[in-house]
Structure formats: C-alpha cells, structure tokens
C-alpha cells in the first residue's frame, strides 16, 4: 500500500492567494482527517470526515479554510485567501473504523 | 477524551532500552492508550495501542498499569533512528486523535 499521499509537498505562495492541499487516503479507510503543525501550537486537528462527511470542523481557524472530500479517495483542505500566518506544516491522515490513524508526508506551506 | 501528561524530554543510550513514561490518571474504562512518533519533519507514525492488558508489536511493547492510570512505552533496543518526539494519547473508539507536546527521546550514541 501506498500509504496516505499529499501533494503538494512544498507550497511557496504570497499573501492573498488560494491555496489547495490535496490527499489520497489509504484505500479501504473510512475516516479522513486535516492537521496542522507549528512551533507555537504544535499538532492541531482542524477537520475529520467520516465516510465523507464532516463530522468535526472545530479547528478549522476561520472562513478562509475550507475543506471537502467528493469522494472516498480523495480530499481537499483550500486556504482563500491566505495570509502569513497560515505558514505550517499540513498533514493528512486516514483510518477504518476508529482504527489508527495513519499519516501522510505533509504539505509544507509559505505564504509570504 | 483524558488528558495526558509526559516528561518533556528524555535521553537513552543507544542499545539500551527506552522507557517512556505517560500519566493519564483520569482515563475512563472506555478509552484506549495510543502511541505515535514523530521523526523530525515527517508525518507523525502510529506506534501501538492497547486497552488493558499489555501489547507487544515489532516495534515496541506498550505496558499499562492495573488501575490503567498510568502506562509505559518502552523501545527495548534504541537506536538512533529512534531519536523523535513521541505522543501518548488517550481517546474512545472514535477516530479523533488530539495530540498533547509529547516527549522528546534523543538515543545518544
């Protein structure tokens, strides 16, 4: 198994600009979750999908993120517009059936 | 979900075996105790998890006390490759994993 993707891996981008992170959960799992990592606050969860519905959008900071999943394979976190603060580590992580969760590599992002 | 509390850091002599240590005296007969790591800037690796009784994987052995207040994470061959924080989470059956600072092992060669 591939293991949960993410893409893109590293993300440059400057203030006021959309950004859209992308995963591909493990196949077979059935729960999806959007974390973000900084210095400061650590591994933060923003969104988790259950058999994709959003189940827990509490950690989404405000309106400017948005997060869908169309499909069992396949998720978006998007960040419109983006500013500075939103520099971080993203990661993506999958399981089945409260199983744990696994993780992707991350989308390392700058906003500038 | 209870909350957990584990020493900030930890250092371990390569070949040894790490112990980490984790409190969660306030788990509820329904919670499970997990263990992640997170190698530096990679994606946070599930280690093992348990409920009651001990647990054993080719990775680690998760030991839990009786009264389940309090459990011990221990790696019986560090090496350096080891050296990465590591999580001590405690959550029912639902998939919401929320993770706490965790313990930073270094394995000192």
């Known amino acids: 198994d591939a293991g949960v993707i993410q893409s893109p891996r590293h993300e440059v981008t400057e203030m006021g600009q959309e950004v859209t992170l992308r995963c591909k959960p493990i196949?077979?799992?059935?729960?999806l979750f959007w974390y973000r990592q900084t210095m400061m606050r650590g591994l933060e969860l923003l969104i988790y999908f259950n058999n994709n519905v959003p189940i827990d959008d509490s950690g989404m900071p405000e309106d400017r993120f948005s997060a869908k999943m169309p499909n069992a394979s396949f998720s978006t976190l998007k960040i419109q517009p983006s500013e500075p603060r939103d520099s971080a580590v993203y990661f993506c992580a999958s399981s089945s059936s409260g199983g744990p969760g696994y993780f992707g590599p991350g989308t390392r992002l700058l906003v500038l | 979900d209870a909350k957990t509390t584990q020493p900030p850091s930890m250092d371990c002599a390569e070949g040894r075996a790490a112990n980490l240590p984790c409190n969660h005296s306030t788990i509820s007969g329904n919670e499970y105790v997990y263990w992640y790591r997170q190698i530096h800037s990679q994606g946070p690796q599930y280690i093992i998890h348990?409920?009651?009784n001990n647990e054993t994987n080719e990775m680690a052995s998760l030991i839990i006390t009786e009264d389940r207040k309090s459990s011990t994470l221990i790696l019986p061959h560090a090496t350096l490759r080891d050296t990465a924080v590591y999580y001590c989470i405690v959550r029912v059956a639902n998939p919401k994993l929320v993770f706490g600072k965790g313990t930073k092992l270094t394995v000192n060669p």
């Open positions: 196949s077979g799992h059935n729960s």
């Open positions: 348990g409920l009651k």
